[in-house]
């Protein structure tokens, strides 16, 4: 039997891990230049697979029968991978999704809403109460699905502070596993966007706890992560153009660091720019 002390430990060492999301597939493509063919995401999807990507993001369902039918197949084909699909929060979105993701081994679904002012008011005309119901109610309509679920603030850092807490509050509570908090356009500096991350996760974590207590869940069910624009590994910013991402893995230990090469050169022969694989040092 495990002591509190043990079971403590192992908490954090979990709750400390790195976890790699690779949105090559959905947020790479996207990149001038870069659609892959069916047969390549296949390719970059095995590769990324054998290298030891927690979390593929492979494609935005609705968007195409192309898209739908890509994510469908490597979910199918994964073998260790969480296999993750992009949806709006509208039902029909995160239906098609869940369909799509549905023969994987570990499936999520990956839901997002405009929480800025810019985009609540000239991209979806609705107010705060209505952005909040949305999430809600997308959350729980993909947890019906998956127990597995992302919730994301499109374009969070010019969100004001304090709605984008309550939106962040309304998804945990609704059940969203992982809280994402990109910078969607490249509005932050490094540094602001460090200090705009620790004050979202320090505001949230009594509802985080709350729910946790609620819920049943263990320390590390819940978490909240920040992206500046772009992938992961191996990927293409399409907000940036990016001609080449370095990537140290240390702190992750699952990443099988000889398979990097091979992922740049699937990624390369489908991509408009070269990709660098380095270490956190070069």
Known sequence: MQSNQDQTGEARSLRDRVVIFDTTLRDGEQCPGATMTFEEKLEVAEVL???????????????????????????????KAVICGLARAHFK???????????????????????????????????????????????????????????????????????LCRCVEAAIKAG????????????????????????????AQQTLEATRTALGLPDAEARIIGGSPGPAI??????????????????HGGIKRAVLGSVADHVTRNAPCPVVVGSSGS
């Open 176 to 203: 969203a596993t992982t809280v994402n908090i990109p910078d969607t356009v490249g509005y932050a500096t490094p540094d602001e966007f460090a200090e705009h991350e620790q004050a979202i996760a320090a505001e």
């Open 93 to 163: 979105d995160i239906d098609r999704c869940a369909e799509a993701i549905k023969p994987a081994k570990r499936g999520r679904i990956h839901t997002f809403i405009g929480t800025s002012p810019l985009h609540r008011k000239y991209q979806m005309g609705i107010d705060e109460a209505e952005v909040l119901e949305r999430v809600t109610a997308s959350v729980t309509r993909a947890r019906t699905y998956t127990d597995d679920v992302e919730w994301s603030a499109m374009d969070a850092t010019r969100t004001e502070h304090d709605f």
């Open 234 to 251: 191996c990927g293409l910013a399409e907000e940036l153009g990016a001609a080449a991402i370095v990537m140290g893995t240390r702190g």
């Open 49 to 79: 697979d054998e290298m030891g990507v927690d979390i593929i993001e492979a494609g935005f369902p609705i968007a195409s029968e192309g898209d739908f039918n890509s994510v469908q197949e490597i979910a199918r084909r994964a073998k």
